[in-house]
């Protein structure tokens, strides 16, 4: 397993939407094709974005199902932490924090970025895929 993916919160959006774009990625990780991970600050973006539409109840679940999947959750330390920092400080005016510690993880981990937000792919701070969002 050589490739490594770090997925955004609005890649689980795509997901729980039914999007086959965004469950390419969500199956890799379950055939053991790549290693897929995604950040604690991110997980807690897509909890905040699902509940805002569903509800708390119906986001508990979706929450419950990432955990147990094979997605490795990478938690919030100092080395990322100055590493976002950085990052923020260099697109202060581009990027979130979130994004930051998105990038932050992929630089660490050598991963590539799986996103719906066109600013992560042009910092070009990392290698990016970009699924666009689409209006239903």
Not at 36 to 55: D, Q, T
Not at 71 to 88: F, N, P, Q, R, Y
Not at 94 to 107: E, F, G, M, P, Q
Request: with cysteine.
């Amino acid at each position: 397993m050589g490739k490594r993916y770090i997925l955004d919160a609005g890649i689980l959006l795509l997901f729980f939407a039914g999007k086959e774009k965004a469950r390419v990625y969500i199956d890799k990780a379950y055939s053991e094709e790549a290693k897929v991970f995604m950040c604690e600050v991110n997980v807690a973006e897509f909890i905040y974005n699902y509940a805002k539409i569903f509800g708390w109840e119906s986001t508990k679940v979706k929450h419950d199902l990432l955990r147990n999947s094979p997605i490795e959750i990478i938690g919030v330390s100092e080395d990322l932490t100055l590493e976002a920092s950085k990052l923020k400080l260099k697109h202060y005016d581009i990027l979130s924090l979130a994004d930051c510690y998105l990038i932050a993880v992929a630089k660490k981990l050598r991963a590539v970025i799986v996103t719906t937000d066109s600013m992560i792919k042009e910092v070009k701070e990392m290698p990016t895929i970009l699924l666009k969002m689409e209006q239903t």
